[in-house]
Nanobody, 124 residues
Framework: QVQVVESGGGLVQAGGSLRLSCAAS????????MAWFRQAPGKEREFIAS????????YYADSVKGRFTISRDNAKTTMYLQMNSLKPEDTAVYYC?????????????????WGRGTQVTVSS
């Protein structure tokens, strides 16, 4: 049974930083790309960042490029999202997802397994 579990969310002031983690289990972690998505109230779930199976390739949404960094540790079967220079508009529930493929991808349809999400709130 595949499981992906997010952690690390919380309340932070604008300009601050947070680091999210995503622990995955149930299949060979190092075979699959991973990604972060987020969903703000009343909005659709949007792509944030993706990382390939090996970690050699990454892809970011324009809204977070230069502020967020995605990474993974295949030995620990864990993915991370370092978020710096946070803005109030970054407030959302952040979801971890595991792909059906090894390459980076930004479509929700490319991801088979999803966590339950972790809340990130950025105050102004």
């Amino acid at each position: 049974q595949v499981q992906v579990v997010e952690s690390g969310g919380g309340l932070v002031q604008a300009g601050g930083s947070l680091r999210l983690s995503c622990a995955a289990s149930g299949r060979t972690f190092s075979n699959y790309a991973m990604a972060w998505f987020r969903q703000a109230p009343g909005k659709e779930r949007e792509f944030i960042a993706s990382i390939s199976y090996s970690g050699s390739s990454t892809y970011y949404a324009d809204s977070v490029k230069g502020r967020f960094t995605i990474s993974r540790d295949n030995a620990k079967t864990t993915m991370y999202l370092q978020m710096n220079s946070l803005k109030p508009e970054d407030t959302a529930v952040y979801y971890c997802a595991q792909s059906r493929f090894g390459r980076v991808a930004y479509s929700k349809d490319d991801y088979s397994y999803w966590g339950r999400g972790t809340q990130v709130t950025v105050s102004s």
